[in-house]
């Protein structure tokens, strides 16, 4: 795909989002292993991230994959501190679909911060890079991540039924969707 993906966001005063460099691993390590319980309770790739260099190997797949127009990941900044990240998964450009997925430091909730982040890059895929479906998949027990699609007017299409592998026990995933002509 030829398409140059966007690489930051203005999101609001208060919040941007920027595709990291192996130069943000340090910072990202650290709000990662300083949430470590926190998020631990949704995220399984928490057991593979232990050290600096884990966020530094991520960082160059999620920059790799950006630079091939393959995914969009985004450190996500309140105030300029990282907070969290986000961003496009995978962009299935032959089908003109993505989905979306996001984690948030525990002392960032109730912001706004990933529903203006969400907000702001769908408007994106739907009008700059021409998707037609967006889903989020979120375990049905995750109210806050939940939430989040739902307030952002996703539908709920069903249950992935023992999706995910954490802490030795499946969990279920509500699958949301949205699709450009619903999106407002």
């Not at 460099?21 to 991230?49: H, I, K």
């Not at 990941?73 to 998964?89: C, L, Q, S, T």
């Not at 989040?148 to 954490?166: M, P, T, Y």
Request: include cysteine; hydrophobic fraction near 35%.
């Amino acid at each position: 795909m030829s398409i140059q993906l966007k690489s930051e966001f203005k999101i609001t005063d208060k919040i941007t989002s920027r595709v990291l460099t192996t130069a943000d691993a340090p910072e990202l390590f650290a709000l990662v292993d300083s949430n470590r319980d926190f998020l631990g309770e949704w995220l399984p790739w928490l057991d593979y991230n232990t050290e600096v260099k884990h966020s530094e190997d991520f960082i160059k797949v999620t920059l790799e994959s950006f630079n091939e127009s393959k995914s969009l990941i985004h450190g996500i900044f309140y105030e300029d501190e990282m907070v969290g990240n986000g961003g496009f998964h995978t962009l299935t450009w032959s089908q003109n679909k993505t989905s979306i997925g996001y984690w948030l430091a525990e002392g960032h909730n109730g912001k706004g911060i990933i529903t203006s982040y969400c907000k702001t890059i769908i408007d994106y895929a739907f009008s700059e890079l021409d998707m037609n479906r967006i889903e989020i998949l979120a375990c049905i027990d995750n109210q806050p991540s939940c939430a989040v699609a739902e307030r952002l007017g996703f539908k709920l299409e069903g249950i992935k039924r023992q999706n995910q592998k954490l802490h030795g026990k499946f969990f279920d995933h509500n699958q949301y969707s949205i699709l450009k002509s619903e999106w407002n």
